[in-house]
């Protein structure tokens, strides 16, 4: 697919707005709770950061798909936490102090790994001559530009105008979700032919991503004994991925719509998959 509006204008923009939302939210206390609170912050980053790659790999080996498919769940998988696992978090009663600073972790953590996962995914499904499509040092700066750039940029507008960045949070929360709501439909458009082909498999494998991503996080809380509330932080927190940003390295780095489709059936399925989580929280924290 060739460069175009879509891939190099309104996908960049829109995962921009998105991070520039999340760093409005944003407090340099925020990141110390890294170190006040190791143990929960630690527990969550290694299952976001490598032990939830692995279970999209798994997937991809049990679950029959087309190798641009199972790509394009990898990538998914590498993603750090999405600005909507904060809100879900919220909603679940759950630990949001926590789940911001994760979302915020992984995200620095992740423009270092995901081109890593990314060309390991495309040299193991699509041969050794597609590893070198996404040049790790480019890449890492692009995933740089549009998502830890406007966060910081969210950040100081956070620090210095704390009351406009209130106002600025609700608008760009809005733009970027109407955005989001925007790419998936045209992707879903444009990829419509093939969807019936799809459906089955992406359906099944984002949907064990999702549950298995969110079950690992919940027991890993529990296995460290952590309190409920970051339990059900945590279980959120991996379960839910950027999906923006997925599209954003699929078909608009890669260039390649059939990749995308798994993120954007995805970004639709985990609000369902939420409901969850949400009525969870809620009745045990009653």
């Known amino acids: ?20 939302g999340m760093g409005l939210s944003l407090v340099p206390k925020d990141f110390q709770r890294i170190t006040r609170d190791s143990k929960a912050v630690l527990v969550g980053a290694v299952c976001q950061v490598l032990i939830l790659p692995l279970i999209g790999v798994l ?111 609700k608008q760009t929360s809005r733009l970027a979700a109407g955005l989001l709501a925007l790419i998936i439909a045209l992707l879903l458009i444009r990829e419509g032919s093939k969807l019936p082909g799809f459906i089955v498999q992406v359906g099944i494998g984002v949907l064990l991503l999702n549950l298995l991503a969110t079950l690992t996080g919940f027991f890993a809380g529990k296995l460290f004994r952590l309190p409920l509330n970051q339990q059900i932080c945590i279980a959120i927190e991996v379960g839910i991925q950027n999906g923006t940003l997925a599209i954003a390295i699929t078909a608009g780095l890669l260039n390649n719509l059939d990749m995308a489709v798994p993120a954007a059936v995805y970004s639709l399925l985990m609000y369902v998959t939420s409901f969850g989580m949400i009525a969870y929280g809620r009745k045990v924290n009653r």
């Open 1 to 20: 697919m060739q460069s175009n509006f879509f891939t190099s204008v309104l996908l960049p923009l829109s995962l921009a707005i998105v991070m520039l």
């Open 59 to 169: 997937i991809t080996l049990f679950v029959p798909m087309q190798s641009a498919i199972a790509v394009g769940l990898i990538v998914l998988a590498v993603c750090p936490g999405g600005p909507s696992s904060n809100l879900i978090t919220y909603l679940a009663k759950g630990d949001v102090a926590l789940s911001v600073t994760l979302t915020a972790l992984s995200s620095v953590i992740t423009v270092f790994t995901i081109p890593i996962f990314t060309n390991l995914a495309l040299q193991h499904f699509l041969g050794e001559s597609a590893a070198i499509a996404l040049p790790i040092g480019q890449t890492m700066l692009q995933i740089f530009l549009i998502t830890l750039l406007p966060t910081a940029i969210g950040m100081s507008i956070r620090h210095q105008f704390p009351n406009t960045a209130r106002r600025l949070e």
